[in-house]
């Protein structure tokens, strides 16, 4: 019994969606970073893939900056 008790702990605690910010900073040759953040409430395996797709999605805007964004 003490078991499945604990295992079903475990699982809520894996699998609950909490709040992760994503930091993002954006490079212009010649100019300070821009630094902005996003928050993704999801559980932390998700809020990387929407971090990783905000990085994504910003680069195909031009090719002549670079993004580099990561969970907080």
């Known amino acids: ?3 499945i008790v604990l ?3 475990g699982l809520a605690l894996v699998s609950c969606k909490k ?3 994503c930091q ?3 490079h ?3 100019q300070d970073p821009l ?3 996003t ?3 999801d559980t932390k395996s998700n809020a990387k893939v929407e971090c990783d797709a905000i990085k994504t999605n910003s680069q195909a805007a031009s090719p002549s900056y670079y993004v580099e964004c ?3």
């Open 35 to 37: 630094i902005t953040h």
């Open 7 to 9: 295992v079903l702990c």
């Open 28 to 30: 212009v040759y010649g």
């Open 1 to 3: 019994m003490m078991r």
């Open 24 to 26: 993002c900073e954006t």
């Open 19 to 21: 709040n992760y910010t």
């Open 70 to 72: 990561g969970i907080q």
């Open 39 to 41: 928050v993704i409430k």
